[in-house]
Nanobody
Framework: QVQLVESGGGLVQAGGSLRLSCAAS????????IGWFRQAPGKEREFVAR????????YYAESVKGRFTASRDNAKNMAYLQMNSLKPEDTALYSC???????????????WGQGTQVTVSS
């Protein structure tokens, strides 16, 4: 089992930045894809970004491409999501997830954190 805990969320003005962290325990995440997802009130959970086990391959939703950057430090069992140029529409509960062969779909990820709230004011 992999346990995931996110942190780093908060309230920020439009145009600002936040860095989310995802701390893993229970198992080393070296062999896991880490995905980032978000869910706004009244909306379904949506894919934001994912990073390969090696950290060399990343993939982003069109809505965040060029503004968000996923990274990881396997030695620390950590993953990160750097979010720049934030917009009010980025407001959501952000969660990290782990899977051995994860893609962009929620159902592909068996392990999830509880999420951290990001609120972007206009």
């Amino acid at each position: 089992q992999v346990q995931l805990v996110e942190s780093g969320g908060g309230l920020v003005q439009a145009g600002g930045s936040l860095r989310l962290s995802c701390a893993a325990s229970g198992r080393t995440i070296n062999n896991y894809v880490i995905g980032w997802f978000r869910q706004a009130p009244g909306k379904e959970r949506e894919f934001v970004a994912r990073i390969s086990w090696s950290g060399t391959i990343t993939y982003y939703a069109e809505s965040v491409k060029g503004r968000f950057t996923a990274s990881r430090d396997n030695a620390k069992n950590m993953a990160y999501l750097q979010m720049n140029s934030l917009k009010p529409e980025d407001t959501a509960l952000y969660s990290c997830a782990a899977a051995t062969t994860g893609g962009s779909m929620v159902v592909q990820y068996p392990y999830w954190g509880q999420g951290t709230q990001v609120t972007v004011s206009s």
